[in-house]
Antibody, heavy 117, light 108 residues
């Protein structure tokens, strides 16, 4: 079964850091670009970051550039999102999603990040 | 602009046809993909490309595109179609993605 499972969310203080993980299974992980998409409470979807299948290319939304780093470990079938200098506006459910190029065809269940003092 | 614009809310009577639109200049160069999201669930890809449906998506959902506007049409809306719908496309660089603001569909 093709599956993505996120973990690592939680409550963090403003200015703090958090590392999200996404465990992939059921497909050749290194063959796919992967993405992080977030959704603030009651709001719409926002694309956050993408990484190529090899991990050589990374892309970021302007809203997170310089504070967030995407990475992957193809040997472990895992995707990561290192988030630093967190702000209240980073509070959201964070989803990892497989990029089939024509669309995000597989999504995880999401992990909640709350930035609050 | 790389933004995508959607109407915030649309309603349709049960069994009738409804169209949800997504506007943006980038859509002149790229097809949109469409996602359905129900409360408390992750989004699901329902349409992509010219008019393609992933396995398991009912054929009452269809996609079309003209100029800077992409559309999702539901022919014979069912109660289970009530959800938020998001369009998505790549920006002009081809490497960044952008989502529309979403449309809340109510089936009356």
């Amino acid at each position: 079964e093709v599956q993505l499972v996120e973990s690592g969310g939680g409550l963090v203080m403003p200015g703090g850091s958090l590392r999200l993980s996404c465990a992939a299974s059921g497909f050749p992980f290194s063959s796919y670009s992967m993405n992080w998409v977030r959704q603030a409470p009651g709001q719409g979807l926002e694309w956050v970051s993408a990484i190529s299948g090899s991990g050589s290319y990374m892309y970021y939304a302007d809203s997170v550039k310089g504070r967030i780093t995407i990475s992957r470990d193809n040997a472990k079938n895992s995707l990561y999102l290192q988030m630093n200098s967190l702000r209240a506006e980073d509070t959201a459910v964070y989803y990892c999603a497989r990029d089939a190029y024509y669309g995000f065809d597989v999504w995880g269940q999401g992990t909640m990040v709350t930035v609050s003092s | 602009s790389s933004g995508l614009t959607q109407d915030p809310a649309v309603s349709v009577a049960l069994g009738q046809t409804v169209r949800i639109t997504c506007q943006g200049e980038i859509l002149r160069n790229y097809y949109a993909s469409w996602y359905q999201q129900k409360p408390g669930q992750a989004p699901v890809l329902v349409l992509y490309g010219k008019n393609n449906r992933p396995s398991g998506i009912p054929d009452r959902l269809s996609a079309s595109s003209s100029g800077n506007t992409a559309s999702l049409t539901i022919t014979g809306a069912q109660a289970e179609d009530e959800a938020d719908y998001y369009c998505n496309s790549r920006d002009s660089s081809g490497n960044h993605l952008v989502f529309g603001g979403g449309t809340k569909l109510t089936v009356l």
